[in-house]
């Protein structure tokens, strides 16, 4: 065995024994909690706005808007990351997840110019998953279409 394979063993022992160990299960609890309270709250939206005589597609188009903007104004003052930090995952699934990772480059960069900072960084984060999402959807249109036939 060489001295690299050799190092990068040493290192991976050194590595697992200083590493706190993740406490999977009170992780997965908090993220499926958090993530529930997000989702059961949109609900309550969607029962609040559907009192009203709008349809049911301006319902759901309401309640979207409501969170994504819930969600960049508690990432402007500093309060989602916060959240993200206590609920882990919970809070990257829903919607206002996706929100975060858009307004929170957007503000970080905003200091950098409207569109050298702002507008090219917000999408840092969230480029990739619209860009995949979109192909993905894409192909499987395609794979439907043929099938389908």
Do not use: W
């Not at 959240?83 to 200091?111: D, Y």
Request: hydrophobic letters at 45%; proline letters at 4%.
């Amino acid at each position: 065995m060489d001295t690299s394979q050799e190092s990068k063993k040493q290192y991976e022992k050194m590595v697992e024994t200083v590493s706190p160990n993740s406490p999977i299960l009170k992780n997965c609890l908090r993220a499926f909690f958090s993530g529930g309270a997000i989702c059961a709250f949109g609900e309550g939206l969607y029962l609040y706005y559907s009192t009203f005589s709008f349809a049911e597609k301006e319902v759901s188009l309401l309640v979207s808007i409501t969170l994504i903007a819930i969600s960049a104004v508690l990432t402007a003052f500093g309060i989602y990351p916060k959240l993200g930090k206590h609920c882990g995952a919970g809070t990257i699934v829903p919607i206002t997840g996706f929100a975060n990772s858009v307004a929170s480059p957007a503000i970080e960069f905003k200091k950098e110019g409207m569109i050298l900072g702002m507008g090219a960084k917000m999408f840092l984060v969230a480029g990739p998953v619209i860009v995949y999402g979109t192909l993905s959807s894409v192909l499987v249109g395609i794979v439907y279409y043929f099938l389908g036939r």
